[in-house]
């Protein structure tokens, strides 16, 4: 009977845990640039000091699906979204770089280039900085072009260039804060093939319809286990009474 109970408890446990995965998703289905999770799931035997018995279910890992969500245009010179593959460079909290396609950019109270998640954006030589300017571009290779305050508008200068990257899908991973970075934590070499889409944003590539008919599906398996260690239960009290007959 206890097998029986390992096997409904565990079920449950990660099904749970692949709820909460689905559930993060769908709260972020609105979230510019945002990557799903995949919660890869596997039969997994329980170890034992003879043999290996009770196969159970277990989650092995969370994965980041790294599709390109739909590009919308929306006109603001400050937006900007990858065209293909690609990432943005950013630097995180501790100083590493991280990777993000989220490009609703904008200019902080110290004159240095943000995202709407506060990232750092860097270009050539570390977290683009600009000085006061009357109106900014950025063109397809990510070069940024300022008038400065004052100036006629003719007076065209390009001030930095964003550095754009294109590491290899499978040496990207997740962090806890949801931004993206190569695994080995080394900055990633600029790709001048990867091109921007100005005036626009990348939106998540969560499917808002696909995650809802998941919840669904995990809350019947969920609610599945549960009979089961209810079946369990009557099974083992149904057991004890035959014995107390004896």
């Known amino acids: 009977m206890d097998g029986f109970l390992t096997v409904a408890s565990a079920g449950a446990k990660e099904a749970m845990l692949q709820q909460a995965v689905n559930a993060h998703n769908v709260a972020n289905a609105s979230t510019i640039g945002f990557k799903a999770d995949l919660a890869q799931a596997e039969a997994v035997y329980v170890r034992g000091d003879a ?53 609703d950019l904008r200019v902080d109270e110290f004159g240095q280039l943000t995202n709407g998640a506060g990232d750092l954006i860097l270009g050539e030589a570390g977290p683009v900085a600009l000085p006061p300017f009357d109106s900014l571009t950025i063109g397809q290779d990510g070069t940024i072009s300022i008038v400065p305050q004052g100036a006629p508008p003719s007076n065209v200068a390009a001030l930095d260039r964003l550095k754009l990257v ?71 009290t149904a057991s004890s009474s035959l014995m107390r007959l004896q």
Do not use: Y
Request: a negative charge.
């Open 51 to 103: 043999l290996d018995t009770r196969a159970v279910k277990q989650v092995s890992s969370i994965a980041t699906d790294l599709s390109a969500g739909t590009i919308q245009q929306t006109g603001r010179d400050l937006d900007i979204a990858i065209n293909g593959d690609g990432w943005l460079a950013v630097q995180m909290d501790d100083g590493t770089e991280g990777l993000t396609r989220r490009g």
């Open 166 to 236: 294109n590491p290899a899908p499978e040496s990207i991973s997740k962090t806890p804060s949801g931004v993206l970075m190569v695994e080995d934590g080394l900055p990633s070499v600029p790709d001048a093939s990867v091109r921007l889409v100005t005036g626009a944003l990348e939106g998540s590539n969560v499917s808002a319809v696909g995650e809802m008919v998941k919840m669904i599906e995990l809350a019947r398996e969920f609610e599945q286990f549960m009979k089961l260690v209810t079946v369990g239960e009557e099974v083992d």
